[in-house]
């Protein structure tokens, strides 16, 4: 324990690199969530063109709106391509949202007016503009989803009412290519809600590389149990109902089928005779005829990728993947020209890694070695044979990108500078756009070149580096502290005049879902500024990433498997425990909070722990794990049914007798996604245990509790409730 102390009373006395402070301005929720004080400005519909010369942007001006082309090198305007004032459909203005571009570069899809549907897809109006005349096009009367061009740039595929079409440009012609969609019932093109939430994907077709073949997804969601809740907008409440698998139902059954826009004909690939599994990508190899269809096991422990025919379905098994817990479904992979090689990643090492794979040999080569993750490919040079990736080599909590060939040699780090840089690679790969920033270094966007050099800077966030100047800000640093059994990355914000003499009460923040972080070399920290605003009213917040948090190998990530929530949280009431153990900490004043799996687990630490938390807030959480989806909770825990104790000893909802502190409960009554039901299930137990909480409850409101007012009203209760009880 003593060297616990000493390690936290070192890092506290430690040189600062913080942000300079000169004024004492203090933060209010209203500069937050009313006046955005604070915005970090990006680079907004940056796109780079394919002569890898020139980029295009929106640039917004009062109320006019352009899409502008940029010199990559220099930031010179070179033309504006639209302009909302002058390029009228109709006679009216285009709120245009964002863009694409056809191959050829000719023509653009413009998407306006969104109407979400799930959390992450929405219907729109599109809109074809030819950049030459500057004619502009509707693509459908109504809107539509995912419209997106064929690679000849003829035609544009989407969705529209659950089924697929495409127009085809030249003839201003609509082709329907299913006619069985319904709501609720059949989707053809478009992800079911626990696919797109949980295999991170919405637009459920691909188009082939000759523009000859459409693949896509039907779903048949008839058989898969609904959820309905109350939207409270009218005098009687709308009933909203849709598919939801909860864990151990069924799902939907998924087929994939590809149109042949020549023949009109459409195959059915061949998945096998189970339809209990999960298809969880689709990808064209390089090959324009044949498609590589991803088969994974209900248990998500076994992984086939099919070789499909796209003339008849026929399918042939040439690549597999085990592991003993699960496996994550990413998109890193790349098909070589000819569809016999590709570059993928792995965990097969302990680590994720990218690997160089010949399906005809079975050689696997392991481009990445060492004992650390790789983030993401950034891009594949297939001409001079080179690989483009992040990775979090140098440090779990830094993101820097690299270049390796294809035998794994010759690798570069191309951005040296410490911290985390994400990265977008540029078409032709002679330029990346870097955003990098530190934990007190807010984000700096520049154009690299293929070495690393630095180009130009496209956004350094001058404005807000000086705005942070003006307020007493508290001092942020990166540190170690003790888990149950290892060091955890953390950190921690001390009050501005932080005196070490003193006791301060302290509020710990935590996600601690599978593979997540939250503790990085990065700018700004999750909630940053209203912990900032906390840490002026004398609060320490710190933020400690426990087991089965991610970039620390498979091993430490996969530990908490078939019992989520039971180690995550007996980190985090170990790591209270040593704060407590401080000189300058007030042990009797401890609390957490979080959101989501981040809710679930600070509902869990103050009844598994209430010898050590004396408030907490719960936001949004999963309060069983048999109220979540299938998808993401069978990965974990498998099903309730092969699992009852990893359920039930793990859950929030059956530790409500444990509950001595304070606890404020939180959530959105239109949440889709960790449904109302857990709120309402845990709130029964409370009651039932007869223990008294406070709670807090948003009509209407979905999983991020957002839209007008509500932000501001939810951390003005949530400051407050911090304030009356630690």
């Given at each position: 324990?003593?060297?616990?102390?000493?390690?936290?009373?070192?890092?506290?006395?430690?040189?600062?690199?913080?942000?300079?402070?000169?004024?004492?301005?203090?933060?209010?929720?209203?500069?937050?969530?009313?006046?955005?004080?604070f915005?970090?400005?990006?680079?907004?519909?940056?796109?780079?063109?394919?002569?890898?010369?020139?980029?295009?942007?929106?640039?917004?001006?009062?109320?006019?709106?352009?899409?502008?082309?940029?010199?990559?090198?220099?930031?010179?305007?070179?033309?504006?391509?639209?302009?909302?004032?002058?390029?009228?459909?109709?006679?009216?203005?285009?709120?245009?949202?964002?863009?694409?571009?056809?191959?050829?570069?000719?023509?653009?899809?413009?998407?306006c007016?969104?109407?979400?549907v799930?959390?992450?897809?929405?219907?729109?109006?599109?809109?074809?503009?030819?950049?030459?005349?500057g004619?502009?096009?509707?693509?459908?009367?109504?809107?539509?989803?995912?419209?997106?061009?064929?690679?000849?740039?003829?035609?544009?595929?989407?969705?529209?009412?659950?089924n697929?079409?495409?127009k085809?440009?030249?003839?201003?012609?609509?082709?329907?290519?299913?006619?069985?969609?319904?709501?609720?019932?059949?989707?053809n093109?478009?992800?079911?809600?626990?696919?797109?939430?949980?295999?991170?994907?919405?637009?459920?077709?691909?188009?082939?590389?000759?523009s000859?073949?459409?693949?896509?997804?039907?779903?048949?969601?008839?058989?898969?149990?609904?959820?309905?809740?109350?939207?409270?907008?009218?005098?009687?409440?709308?009933?909203?109902?849709?598919?939801?698998?909860?864990?151990?139902?069924?799902?939907?059954?998924?087929?994939?089928?590809?149109?042949?826009?020549?023949?009109?004909?459409?195959?059915?690939?061949?998945?096998g005779a189970?339809?209990?599994?999960?298809?969880?990508?689709?990808?064209?190899?390089?090959?324009?005829?044949?498609?590589?269809?991803?088969?994974?096991?209900?248990?998500?422990?076994?992984?086939e990728?099919?070789?499909?025919?796209?003339?008849n379905?026929?399918?042939?098994v040439?690549?597999?993947?085990?592991?003993?817990?699960?496996?994550?479904?990413?998109?890193?992979?790349?098909?070589?020209?000819?569809?016999?090689?590709?570059?993928?990643?792995?965990?097969?090492?302990?680590?994720?890694?990218?690997?160089?794979?010949?399906?005809?040999?079975?050689?696997?080569?392991?481009?990445?070695?060492?004992?650390?993750?790789?983030?993401?490919?950034?891009?594949?040079?297939?001409?001079?044979?080179?690989?483009?990736?992040t990775?979090?080599?140098?440090?779990?909590?830094?993101?820097?990108?690299?270049?390796?060939?294809?035998?794994?040699?010759?690798?570069?780090?191309?951005?040296?500078?410490?911290?985390?840089?994400?990265?977008?690679?540029?078409?032709?790969?002679?330029?990346?756009?870097?955003k990098?920033?530190?934990?007190?270094?807010?984000?700096?966007?520049?154009?690299?070149?293929?070495?690393?050099?630095?180009?130009?800077?496209?956004?350094?966030?001058?404005?807000?580096?000086?705005?942070?100047?003006?307020?007493?800000?508290g001092?942020?640093?990166l540190?170690?502290?003790?888990?149950v059994?290892?060091?955890?990355?953390?950190?921690?914000?001390?009050?501005?005049?932080?005196?070490?003499?003193?006791?301060?009460?302290?509020?710990?923040?935590q996600?601690?879902g599978?593979?997540?972080?939250?503790?990085a070399?990065?700018?700004?920290l999750?909630?940053?500024?209203w912990?900032?605003?906390?840490?002026q009213?004398?609060y320490?917040?710190?933020?400690?990433?426990?087991?089965?948090t991610?970039?620390?190998?498979?091993?430490f990530?996969?530990?908490?498997?078939?019992?989520?929530?039971?180690?995550?949280?007996?980190?985090q009431?170990?790591?209270?425990?040593?704060?407590?153990?401080?000189?300058?900490?007030?042990?009797?004043?401890?609390?957490?909070?979080?959101?989501?799996?981040?809710?679930?687990?600070?509902a869990?630490?103050?009844?598994?722990?209430?010898?050590?938390?004396?408030?907490?807030?719960?936001?949004?959480?999963?309060?069983?794990?048999?109220?979540?989806?299938?998808?993401y909770?069978?990965?974990?825990?498998?099903?309730?049914?092969?699992?009852?104790?990893?359920?039930?000893?793990?859950?929030?909802?059956?530790?409500?007798?444990?509950?001595?502190?304070?606890?404020?409960?939180?959530h959105?009554?239109?949440?889709?996604?960790v449904?109302?039901?857990n709120?309402?299930?845990l709130?029964?137990?409370?009651?039932?245990?007869?223990?008294?909480?406070?709670?807090?409850?948003?009509?209407d409101?979905?999983?991020?509790?957002s839209?007008?007012?509500?932000?501001?009203h939810?951390?003005?209760?949530?400051?407050k409730?911090?304030?009356?009880?630690?």
């Amino acid at each position: 324990m003593r060297n616990i102390i000493l390690l936290f009373a070192t890092l506290l006395f430690m040189h600062s690199t913080a942000l300079a402070q000169s004024e004492n301005k203090e933060i209010t929720l209203e500069d937050l969530y009313s006046k955005g004080t604070f915005r970090v400005k990006g680079v907004p519909g940056f796109n780079a063109m394919k002569d890898g010369k020139m980029y295009t942007q929106i640039d917004r001006e009062k109320t006019h709106l352009f899409i502008r082309v940029y010199y990559l090198e220099t930031g010179k305007q070179e033309r504006t391509l639209f302009d909302n004032a002058t390029n009228r459909f109709d006679g009216k203005e285009l709120a245009v949202e964002s863009y694409s571009f056809s191959e050829d570069e000719q023509q653009m899809l413009l998407y306006c007016e969104s109407e979400q549907v799930y959390r992450h897809s929405a219907v729109q109006m599109v809109y074809l503009f030819h950049i030459a005349s500057g004619k502009l096009t509707k693509i459908d009367n109504d809107k539509i989803m995912h419209a997106t061009f064929s690679p000849d740039g003829i035609k544009v595929a989407y969705v529209k009412n659950n089924n697929m079409y495409y127009k085809d440009l030249a003839k201003e012609m609509i082709v329907q290519i299913s006619e069985d969609g319904a709501k609720n019932q059949i989707i053809n093109g478009n992800c079911d809600w626990v696919y797109e939430e949980e295999f991170s994907f919405t637009q459920a077709f691909e188009w082939s590389e000759d523009s000859k073949y459409l693949a896509y997804y039907r779903f048949d969601e008839s058989k898969v149990p609904e959820y309905t809740m109350a939207k409270y907008t009218g005098l009687y409440p709308e009933q909203y109902t849709y598919r939801y698998p909860k864990a151990g139902e069924r799902n939907s059954e998924v087929q994939i089928k590809i149109y042949n826009t020549a023949t009109k004909n459409t195959a059915i690939a061949n998945t096998g005779a189970s339809t209990d599994i999960y298809i969880p990508r689709i990808k064209w190899t390089e090959n324009a005829s044949e498609l590589c269809v991803f088969r994974l096991n209900r248990l998500q422990n076994y992984l086939e990728l099919l070789l499909t025919n796209a003339d008849n379905g026929s399918t042939t098994v040439f690549f597999t993947e085990s592991n003993e817990k699960y496996i994550e479904i990413s998109d890193e992979i790349r098909f070589l020209p000819g569809g016999k090689e590709m570059i993928m990643s792995s965990e097969r090492s302990g680590y994720t890694h990218l690997y160089h794979y010949n399906r005809e040999t079975k050689k696997m080569t392991d481009l990445t070695p060492g004992n650390y993750d790789v983030e993401s490919i950034s891009a594949v040079d297939v001409v001079k044979k080179l690989v483009y990736y992040t990775a979090a080599e140098a440090s779990p909590l830094q993101r820097h990108l690299y270049v390796v060939n294809f035998a794994g040699k010759k690798k570069k780090n191309i951005t040296p500078e410490s911290g985390t840089h994400n990265i977008t690679a540029c078409k032709g790969n002679k330029y990346f756009l870097d955003k990098h920033s530190q934990v007190n270094k807010v984000p700096v966007f520049t154009l690299r070149d293929a070495d690393g050099k630095i180009i130009r800077t496209l956004e350094d966030n001058h404005e807000l580096e000086a705005k942070l100047k003006e307020y007493a800000l508290g001092n942020v640093r990166l540190m170690n502290v003790m888990g149950v059994s290892e060091n955890l990355n953390a950190w921690m914000i001390t009050p501005p005049g932080f005196d070490s003499t003193k006791k301060y009460p302290v509020l710990m923040f935590q996600y601690s879902g599978p593979g997540s972080q939250q503790v990085a070399d990065k700018f700004p920290l999750g909630n940053y500024f209203w912990h900032q605003l906390l840490a002026q009213k004398g609060y320490i917040i710190v933020c400690a990433d426990g087991t089965g948090t991610g970039y620390r190998g498979e091993s430490f990530k996969k530990k908490t498997y078939l019992q989520l929530g039971k180690y995550e949280s007996d980190d985090q009431i170990a790591v209270a425990k040593n704060l407590g153990s401080l000189p300058y900490v007030d042990k009797d004043r401890i609390g957490i909070w979080g959101w989501s799996y981040g809710g679930f687990m600070s509902a869990t630490c103050i009844m598994k722990g209430n010898d050590v938390f004396k408030a907490a807030i719960s936001v949004a959480p999963v309060t069983n794990w048999r109220y979540y989806d299938n998808i993401y909770t069978e990965r974990y825990m498998r099903t309730p049914q092969e699992n009852e104790k990893g359920y039930d000893e793990n859950a929030p909802e059956k530790m409500a007798g444990k509950l001595k502190g304070k606890l404020l409960l939180v959530h959105g009554t239109a949440d889709d996604n960790v449904h109302f039901q857990n709120a309402a299930m845990l709130t029964t137990a409370l009651i039932k245990a007869n223990k008294q909480f406070d709670n807090a409850y948003y009509p209407d409101k979905a999983h991020g509790i957002s839209g007008g007012n509500t932000s501001l009203h939810l951390y003005t209760k949530m400051t407050k409730f911090i304030l009356d009880n630690l």
